[in-house]
Protein backbone atom coordinates (compact mmCIF):
# COMPACT_ATOMS: atom_id res chain seq x y z
CA UNK A 1 0.00 0.00 0.00
CA UNK A 2 0.74 3.60 -0.41
CA UNK A 3 -0.02 6.59 1.69
CA UNK A 4 -0.49 10.09 0.30
CA UNK A 5 -1.21 13.07 2.31
CA UNK A 6 -1.64 16.53 0.29
CA UNK A 7 -1.07 20.30 1.72
CA UNK A 8 -1.54 23.54 0.61
CA UNK A 9 -4.91 24.08 -0.30
CA UNK A 10 -6.88 27.79 -0.12
CA UNK A 11 -8.29 30.85 -0.85
CA UNK A 12 -6.88 32.65 -3.23
CA UNK A 13 -7.31 36.06 -5.56
CA UNK A 14 -7.38 35.50 -9.54
CA UNK A 15 -4.21 36.22 -10.55
CA UNK A 16 -2.65 34.58 -7.56
CA UNK A 17 -0.51 31.90 -6.61
CA UNK A 18 -0.06 28.86 -4.69
CA UNK A 19 1.78 25.58 -4.28
CA UNK A 20 0.39 21.97 -3.35
CA UNK A 21 2.76 19.20 -2.13
CA UNK A 22 2.26 15.83 -2.13
CA UNK A 23 3.94 13.36 0.31
CA UNK A 24 4.07 9.54 -0.77
CA UNK A 25 5.42 7.02 1.88
CA UNK A 26 4.94 3.30 2.16
CA UNK A 27 5.28 0.81 -0.75
CA UNK A 28 6.57 2.90 -3.62
CA UNK A 29 9.13 0.74 -5.02
CA UNK A 30 8.28 0.04 -8.77
CA UNK A 31 5.90 3.23 -9.33
CA UNK A 32 6.75 4.60 -12.33
CA UNK A 33 4.70 8.16 -12.04
CA UNK A 34 2.25 10.35 -10.44
CA UNK A 35 0.22 13.25 -10.86
CA UNK A 36 -1.75 15.75 -9.82
CA UNK A 37 -6.03 15.57 -10.89
CA UNK A 38 -8.72 18.22 -9.96
CA UNK A 39 -12.62 18.02 -10.05
CA UNK A 40 -14.80 20.39 -9.97
CA UNK A 41 -18.86 20.03 -8.27
CA UNK A 42 -20.81 18.22 -11.06
CA UNK A 43 -17.59 17.41 -13.03
CA UNK A 44 -15.10 14.30 -13.95
CA UNK A 45 -11.91 14.39 -12.27
CA UNK A 46 -8.96 14.81 -14.79
CA UNK A 47 -5.52 15.21 -14.79
CA UNK A 48 -3.75 18.49 -14.64
CA UNK A 49 0.26 17.51 -14.29
CA UNK A 50 2.05 14.07 -14.31
CA UNK A 51 5.99 13.57 -14.00
CA UNK A 52 7.79 10.67 -13.65
CA UNK A 53 8.84 8.92 -9.93
CA UNK A 54 12.45 9.98 -10.78
CA UNK A 55 11.00 13.93 -11.17
CA UNK A 56 11.43 14.23 -14.63
CA UNK A 57 9.76 14.58 -18.14
CA UNK A 58 6.45 16.53 -16.52
CA UNK A 59 3.83 16.97 -18.72
CA UNK A 60 0.36 19.28 -18.40
CA UNK A 61 -2.95 19.64 -19.62
CA UNK A 62 -3.65 22.49 -22.39
CA UNK A 63 -5.39 24.40 -19.53
CA UNK A 64 -2.70 24.71 -17.15
CA UNK A 65 0.59 25.00 -19.65
CA UNK A 66 2.55 28.06 -19.03
CA UNK A 67 0.38 28.47 -15.43
CA UNK A 68 1.10 25.23 -13.18
CA UNK A 69 4.93 24.33 -12.71
CA UNK A 70 5.01 19.79 -11.23
CA UNK A 71 8.38 19.05 -9.73
CA UNK A 72 9.38 16.47 -7.11
CA UNK A 73 11.32 17.49 -4.02
CA UNK A 74 14.78 15.81 -4.25
CA UNK A 75 15.28 12.32 -3.16
CA UNK A 76 12.39 12.53 -1.66
CA UNK A 77 8.66 11.50 -2.18
CA UNK A 78 7.09 14.79 -2.26
CA UNK A 79 5.88 16.63 -5.19
CA UNK A 80 4.79 20.15 -5.86
CA UNK A 81 2.33 22.02 -7.74
CA UNK A 82 3.51 25.48 -8.34
CA UNK A 83 0.12 27.26 -9.46
CA UNK A 84 0.47 30.72 -10.63
CA UNK A 85 -1.74 33.18 -12.66
CA UNK A 86 -4.86 31.50 -10.65
CA UNK A 87 -8.58 31.90 -11.94
CA UNK A 88 -11.67 30.85 -11.18
CA UNK A 89 -12.03 28.65 -13.45
CA UNK A 90 -9.47 26.75 -11.65
CA UNK A 91 -11.49 26.33 -8.61
CA UNK A 92 -11.66 22.50 -7.25
CA UNK A 93 -10.92 19.54 -5.20
CA UNK A 94 -6.92 18.35 -6.05
CA UNK A 95 -5.66 15.47 -5.78
CA UNK A 96 -2.60 13.64 -5.31
CA UNK A 97 -2.43 10.65 -7.83
CA UNK A 98 0.58 8.21 -7.17
CA UNK A 99 1.60 5.14 -9.49
CA UNK A 100 -0.75 6.70 -12.81
CA UNK A 101 -1.95 4.24 -15.25
CA UNK A 102 -3.22 6.10 -18.57
CA UNK A 103 -5.25 4.79 -21.61
CA UNK A 104 -6.02 6.07 -24.81
CA UNK A 105 -8.93 7.92 -22.84
CA UNK A 106 -8.35 9.07 -19.55
CA UNK A 107 -5.74 9.11 -16.90
CA UNK A 108 -6.42 7.79 -13.31
CA UNK A 109 -3.79 6.30 -10.21
CA UNK A 110 -4.02 3.42 -8.01
CA UNK A 111 -3.49 5.39 -4.65
CA UNK A 112 -4.85 8.60 -4.13
CA UNK A 113 -4.96 11.39 -1.20
CA UNK A 114 -8.02 12.82 0.39
CA UNK A 115 -7.72 16.06 -1.86
CA UNK A 116 -6.82 19.96 -1.21
CA UNK A 117 -9.62 22.53 -1.85
CA UNK A 118 -8.61 25.33 -3.78
CA UNK A 119 -10.79 28.09 -4.31
CA UNK A 120 -10.17 31.46 -7.09
CA UNK A 121 -11.86 34.41 -6.29
CA UNK A 122 -12.67 37.08 -8.91
Known amino acids: QVQVVESGGGLVQAGGSLTLSCAASGRTFGVHAMGWFRQAPGEERDLVAAISWSGVAPNYADSVKGRFTISKDGAKNTFNLQMSSLRPEDTAIYYC???????????????WGHGTQVTVSS
Open 97 to 111: GIDLITTTHASTARY
